[in-house]
């Protein structure tokens, strides 16, 4: 994949293809994504391409040529090693990433619509390299979660510093950020590098070095809920759920209201989900429903609650009155189905 990048409302063009020396080309696509941040519009093109190993040996792939706003940009080489049928592939030499870098990890990479995600930011650090003053975090800058609904939840975990073992290497770690991630479509997403500013003092050196920290991008495909749901399902009842009703009093004076509430309790979107409500009815009138959530983290970190519809119901004739069963379907992820209450 080729990735041209230009700041402001500019033109990108490819001039010239990459020269794939044995590796013949398949296929290939162009995909464009679009950002503002802060204010400042980013526009990115991709152009991937589908390769096929010819021969053994050492290929070189370079001589990608483009054009953005009127200046002309080349990547750096590329270097793949082709082995012969039914030779192993050495292992990969292990990067190094630097003094400081953010791992980003994600709970599910295949999940459902609508399925709880966990997304963890952590800053690795090593020992030694870096000084007793430590890393200081300056400025950050946040992905867009275009395509998902998000609940933030760091500030209601234990964000603890801890070691964390990594290519085979001790790292001292401290928690940037963790958000619950909801997807609201189907298909391939990618939520791009969380961004950051960081001051660190040397373990060898003197004073403190300012640089720049990204992420890896996480890359997600998200799946359709199955066919076959129930009727009165709606897509944003995911996640696993109880149904209770209640009348706030056993019994009242012909033209006294009531109130009738229905909660939804669970874990999941609990803040988004369609909580069902009462019929109109000859015997009583309803005024229009008031809705009260109350979202938190569980013990697993994941986010639950519960949401309640409060209904005014008053009576216009003595004698007993009847709230029919009511029907609340979700779909759970864990198990595959949808489950009726």
């Known amino acids: ?17 990459p020269d794939f020396g044995t590796l013949n080309a398949l296929s290939s696509s162009r995909g464009t994504e679009f950002r503002s941040i802060n204010g400042s519009a980013e526009l990115t093109f991709n152009y991937t391409f589908l390769l096929r190993a010819t021969k053994a040996g050492r290929v070189v792939i370079n001589g990608a040529v483009a054009e953005a706003g009127g200046a002309r940009v080349s990547p750096k080489p590329v270097v793949v090693t082709v082995v012969a049928k039914g030779q192993r592939p050495p292992e990969p030499a292990v990067a ?13 990479r295949k999940p459902y619509i609508g399925e709880q995600l966990l997304l963890e930011y952590v800053l690795m650090m090593d020992d030694a390299r870096i000084g007793a003053f430590g890393v200081d975090i300056n400025d950050l800058k946040d992905p867009s979660f275009d395509g ?139 005024l229009p429903p008031v809705y009260d959530k109350e ?8 986010v ?20 029919p069963p009511l029907k609340f379907v979700y779909f759970d992820p864990a198990r595959e189905e949808y489950v009726t209450l």
Request: charged content about 25%; glycine content about 10%.
């Open 96 to 108: 190094d990433r630097g003094p400081v870098w953010v791992y980003a990890s994600i709970s599910n």
């Open 295 to 302: 979202v938190g983290v569980l013990r697993d970190r994941r």
């Open 1 to 17: 994949t080729l990735r041209v990048s230009a700041q402001g409302n500019t033109s990108i063009q490819l001039l010239e293809r």
């Open 148 to 286: 998902f609904w998000v609940e933030p939840l760091s500030d209601k975990v234990d964000a603890r510093a801890a070691r964390r073992e990594f290519d085979g290497k001790s790292w001292s770690t401290r928690p940037i950020q963790l958000q619950a991630l909801f997807a609201l479509r189907a298909g391939k997403h990618t939520i791009e590098p969380l961004e950051l500013d960081v001051s660190t003092t040397q373990r060898l050196g003197v004073g403190r070095r300012r640089s720049r920290v990204l992420s890896d991008a996480v890359v997600l495909d998200v799946r359709p809920l199955p066919a076959g749901a129930p009727a009165g399902f709606d897509d944003s009842n995911v996640g696993q759920y109880q149904l209770a009703v209640v009348a706030d009093k056993p019994s009242v004076r012909e033209g006294e209201p009531l109130t009738v509430r229905i909660t939804v309790s669970g874990r999941g979107m609990v803040g988004r989900v369609e909580v069902p409500t009462l019929p109109e009815s000859k015997g009583y009138r309803l």
């Open 304 to 323: 639950g609650g519960k949401k309640t519809a409060e209904i005014i119901v008053t009576p216009l004739a003595q004698g007993q009155i009847r709230v």
